[in-house]
């Protein structure tokens, strides 16, 4: 399953992110939406998922002064949770494109994951999502060319786009 989304909401998540004051700030994490069929045809460096496999493509647009930005990588799934703070293992492994330099991402399998022990109260179960991966994923900014990332076909791959604030 390949994965874009219209460039009117990546560009106001862009927007909306380069807005954000502080030294180092975040725009909301979104989640990634289906490719339209035949979009992925610059695909053909990057190898093709495995059976067990989902590849999810962030193609991000041009900004100014792309260095000033970069991009988190968010994995995990969506659960029935209570009221206990939740994790899943797994990492971000990033790979190289044979043959073609190009840096692409494998997502391990998240398992089953770690909860505190807090003693809930009654009905305090709710879908959320769960995040996984380890510690943060943060990449260089780059509209050129596509995030190419391979994760089980039961994780959802998130981002959010940082960026800098003014030297002090």
């Known amino acids: 399953m390949n994965l874009a989304f ?5 560009l106001a998540a862009a927007i909306a992110a380069l807005s954000l ?8 994490a979104l989640p990634l939406a289906q490719q339209a069929a035949g ?6 460096a990057y190898p093709p998922p495995s059976t ?12 100014p002064n792309e260095d000033d930005l970069k991009l988190e990588l968010i994995v995990g799934k969506t659960q029935m949770v209570d009221c206990n703070n939740q994790r899943l ?10 043959g ?8 391990s399998d998240l398992g089953q994951g770690v909860s505190t022990r807090m003693a809930c109260p009654d009905n305090s179960t709710k879908q ?24 089980p076909r039961d994780v ?4 959010r786009i940082w960026t800098a604030g003014p030297e002090q």
């Open 156 to 159: 959802e791959v998130r981002y």
């Open 52 to 63: 067990d496999q989902t590849r999810h493509v962030i193609r991000l647009p041009a900004r």
């Open 128 to 151: 959320a999502f769960v995040r996984g991966g380890g510690e943060p994923t943060l990449i260089r900014y780059n509209s050129r060319l596509p995030v190419v990332v391979y994760a």
């Open 89 to 98: 293992g797994g990492a971000i492994e990033t790979r190289t494109a044979e």
């Open 100 to 107: 073609w330099g190009y840096e692409y991402f494998v997502v």
């Open 39 to 44: 979009a992925g045809a610059d695909l053909t």
């Open 6 to 10: 219209s460039s009117s909401s990546v």
């Open 21 to 28: 004051s502080g030294c180092a700030s975040a725009s909301a």
